[in-house]
């Protein structure tokens, strides 16, 4: 990051400084190290991602490569330079298992062993929910990078169970660039009201992720007028014929099933679910989980998938920046599949500490850093980054949610449709909201 102008106003100009380190890169780590003349001290980032089962271990590896990839950049580009020396920056990734208890252990680990001085990554809810009290405790900046449960940044500006808001404690040293639950079950909902759904059964996942998530979807469809039924299943499930015989024996088919699970679990039930006739089927509609974009995954786990819904979160492919194009190249490099948006953000939310970092002219003031993260103005690989709401802008207005305070405003959230067996997934659909749409349709109707 060498030469990263301080001046919040001008770091609009980010993305083009981020492309002059890609080009840096190409050097290679030895000539980093030749022309920089790296300070001694070391700055040190923790990461937070699944690595193991229960946990989504797709997501975690995707988010360790993010990681990897963007402190590869960063000292490409000489690494963070605070008072006229350039630190190196490394990062130290701990495995949650997408266990509330093992990413607690985790985080403190970071902390307290590593001396990490900001955090990013996790990609589960429950871990979110479970760590955010820790990392406030500890005054650790800390982005969360992939979490959806609304709590995460709302808990900053109210009460949440039972305790205050982080805001009233003087500073709140959470922030979160994921879409919360709330926006992303809006995008889902608005799309099979417009399909005319009256009938809908959402299974949801038995953890802090599918629980809020579903009771959102499931609010916004009552209000449409749509019957809900929610079904419970627990991660690292096998077997769901028993849950989805319930669904078989009902007298009349669905409208849709929607699917609140992650992981290679939503895969299996995703394949079952077709394998038995019920959906994707001409009478209901599959929306299956957001992970079906990794195409190759996909359909190797899921052969009979075709026609199946998904929501993206994150840039649509046709409209990747210059940094995210270099990226979906690296990726599909390393893994011979597309880019997946959990990478994009786990690469970013490292940009996002290192260049609050640098403004604030300290690793190791985290009060500083804070303070520069709410004024951040920079654009990566999803595009421009700000945070609209924080100690810098405190009141949020009436009709705002209090999930906006510390929360980057304007994700994007797309709903995707497969139409062709073994279909890339840059191939597959965009068919909500409107404005985004490569098909000229909202839903490609089974076997047309």
């Known amino acids: 990051m060498k030469n990263l102008p301080r001046d919040t106003k001008m770091l609009s100009r980010g993305l083009r400084i981020v492309l002059c380190l890609l080009v840096a890169l190409i050097a290679g780590a030895t000539y980093a190290d030749g022309h920089c003349d790296f300070a001694e001290e070391t700055v040190r980032l923790g990461g937070v991602v699944p690595l193991s089962s229960p946990g989504s271990v797709t997501g975690g590896i995707g988010m360790q490569w993010g990681f990897e990839q963007a402190i590869a950049d960063i000292n490409a580009g000489c690494g963070i330079q605070i008072d006229g020396a ?6 130290i990734v701990a495995d949650s298992e997408g266990v509330s208890e093992y990413g607690q252990t985790a985080l403190e680990r970071l ?3 590593d001396n990490a001085r900001g955090i990013v990554g996790f990609y589960h809810s429950a871990v979110g929910l479970a760590t955010m009290g820790m990392v406030q405790r500890y005054q650790i900046p800390t982005i969360y990078a992939h979490p959806r449960n609304d709590q995460i940044s709302a808990a900053g500006y109210v009460e949440f169970e039972g305790k205050p808001s982080r805001r009233s404690q003087g500073v709140d040293y959470v922030f979160r660039i994921s879409p919360p639950s709330s ?6 909902t608005d799309w099979l009201v417009a399909q005319g759904v009256a009938d809908v059964v959402i299974i949801i996942e038995n953890t802090d992720y599918g629980h809020p998530a579903g009771a959102a979807e499931g609010a916004h469809l009552e209000r449409a007028g749509v019957h809900v039924e929610q079904l419970e299943i627990e991660l690292g499930t096998e077997d769901f014929v028993p849950i989805l015989s319930r669904i078989m024996a009902r007298p009349e088919p669905l409208d849709a099933i929607r699917l609140l699970v992650s992981g290679e679990t939503s895969y299996n039930l995703t394949q079952q679910m077709a394998e038995l006739g019920i959906a994707p089927s001409a009478d209901t509609i599959c ?7 990794q195409s190759v995954q996909y359909w190797n786990t899921v052969p009979d998938g075709n026609y199946c819904v998904f929501e993206r979160v994150g840039t649509v492919p046709g409209q990747y920046n210059d940094l995210a194009a270099e990226l979906d190249r690296r990726y599909l490099e390393d893994f011979g599949d597309i880019l997946v948006s959990f990478a994009m953000e786990a690469y970013d939310s490292v940009w996002l500490m290192a260049d609050a970092m640098q403004r604030a002219g300290s690793y190791t003031d985290a009060e500083a850093i804070v303070a520069a993260l709410e004024l951040t ?5 999803q595009g421009r980054y700000y945070f609209t709401y924080g100690s810098h802008n405190p009141e949020l207005p009436p009709d705002v949610p209090a999930y906006m305070w510390h929360q980057w405003p304007v994700p994007v959230v797309t709903v995707l449709q497969y139409f062709e067996e073994g279909q890339n997934g840059l191939d597959a659909a965009v068919i909500w909201p409107e404005e985004y749409q490569t098909h000229g349709t909202d839903y490609f109707e089974v076997g047309s």
Do not use: C, M, P, Y
Request: proline share 0%; charged share 20%; aromatic share 4%.
């Open 111 to 113: 902390i307290l062993q």
């Open 377 to 381: 103005d920079i654009e990566l690989s």
């Open 183 to 188: 926006i992303v079950g809006k995008v889902v």
């Open 287 to 293: 929306v299956t989980n957001h992970l079906a974009f």
């Open 86 to 91: 350039n630190h190196r920056l490394e990062i």
